[in-house]
């Protein structure tokens, strides 16, 4: 089995930042891809951004590219989004996904693409 928990929502005002982290266990060893995901109220699953576990090739949506950046602590088995210049349409619920498919990189921003998903974390942007 394999368990993803997200921390490091919150609220925060336009303009700031925030840091989200997805810790990874349990049978991790073939996960090779990680994502993060979006969803706000009324809306379908968003890609926001994706990591290769092994050699760290990134993938952005283009409405973050520029103020978030997706990054890995392999000693940690912690994958994190930083999060700068928010923006009230970042606001949604930002959920960690992990997939263990051998070839990823042309559907990286499908949701069916990862496996296993956290719990999800709430960013609300707002003055």
């Known amino acids: 089995q394999v368990q993803l928990v997200e921390s490091g929502g919150g609220s925060v005002q336009p303009g700031g930042s925030l840091r989200l982290s997805c810790a990874r266990s349990?049978?991790?060893?073939?996960?090779?891809?990680m994502a993060w995901f979006r969803q706000a109220p009324g809306t379908e699953r968003e890609f926001v951004a994706a990591?290769?576990?092994?050699?760290?090739?990134?993938f952005y949506s283009n409405s973050v590219k520029g103020r978030f950046t997706i990054s890995r602590d392999k000693a940690k088995n912690t994958v994190y989004l930083q999060m700068n210049s928010l923006k009230p349409e970042d606001t949604a619920v930002y959920y960690c996904?992990?997939?263990?498919?051998?070839?990823?990189?042309?559907?990286?921003?499908?949701?069916?693409?990862?496996?296993?998903w956290g719990q999800g974390t709430r960013v609300t942007v707002s003055s």
């Open positions: 996904a992990a997939g263990d498919a051998g070839t990823w990189y042309s559907v990286h921003a499908r949701p069916a693409t990862y496996k296993y």
């Open positions: 349990g049978r991790t060893f073939a996960l090779s891809a």
């Open positions: 990591i290769g576990w092994n050699g760290g090739t990134t």
